[in-house]
């Protein structure tokens, strides 16, 4: 497995848990990373993600694990439509049950064709997917009030049900962008890269301590 030359760790907000990812992002971007929450239920979420050079998703590979249950997906795009294929060992909804949520049901999506419209993929709790919208649609050298509404194919975590969801991205000032999706809106602090500096009530960006190996 080839290494990769960039990295960022990610503090969970919203529960116990943090997110770690690796990339190269020298002509779109190619990821790995790992992704650990204590809510609904403990679970380690482990993703492989590619783009084209212009930052369009062409491929996530997803395995969440927790006691007794494990779940895999893999999305890939070509010529414009979408393909999913799914595993899972173990009972999820039995664990989800036991700690007192609904059951979520079967991985990956019935109706692929339904992402017809999605090029972007929004893996669940993970600050790493907004910059795909960000980095695709130009809007870090964009004008304030620059908006985009697109759909992506929306990937719940620990479930990995998809969903096509339609979100909006608007540049509000210098390095913020303004995130909505079905009533939820958040303002988005990133780098001049587009990454993801804190995302409120979800996931702040560790600061590297100058001195540690």
């Known amino acids: 497995m080839p290494t990769l030359p960039k990295s960022l760790f990610w503090s969970r907000r919203d529960t116990a848990g943090s997110e770690h990812a690796i990339f190269d992002d020298a002509r779109g971007l190619t990821a790995r990373g790992v992704a650990q929450a204590a809510e609904p239920v403990p679970h380690t979420c482990r993703y492989e993600l590619s783009t084209d050079e212009g930052w369009a998703s062409l491929r996530l590979a997803v395995e969440v694990e927790g006691a007794g249950w494990s779940r895999g997906l893999k999305l890939e795009r070509r010529d414009g439509q979408w393909r999913a294929t799914t595993s ?37 709790g993970s600050p790493l997917t907004n910059t795909l919208p960000i980095r695709r649609l130009g809007l870090r050298d964009a004008d304030d009030g620059t908006s985009h509404r697109i759909t992506v194919a929306w990937v719940l975590v620990p479930s990995l049900v ?22 939820f809106t958040a303002e988005l602090e990133i780098d001049p890269e587009g990454y993801v500096l804190r995302y409120p009530g979800l996931a702040e960006r560790a600061a590297h301590r100058p001195g540690y190996l």
């Open 88 to 124: 899972e060992q173990g009972d999820l909804d039995a664990a989800l049950v036991a700690a007192g949520h609904p059951p979520a049901g079967l991985p990956g999506i019935e109706d692929a064709s339904r992402l017809g419209d999605a090029i972007d993929v929004d893996l669940g």
């Open 162 to 183: 998809v969903l096509p969801a339609v979100q909006s991205y608007t540049l509000v000032g210098p390095e913020r962008v303004r995130y909505a999706s079905e009533g």
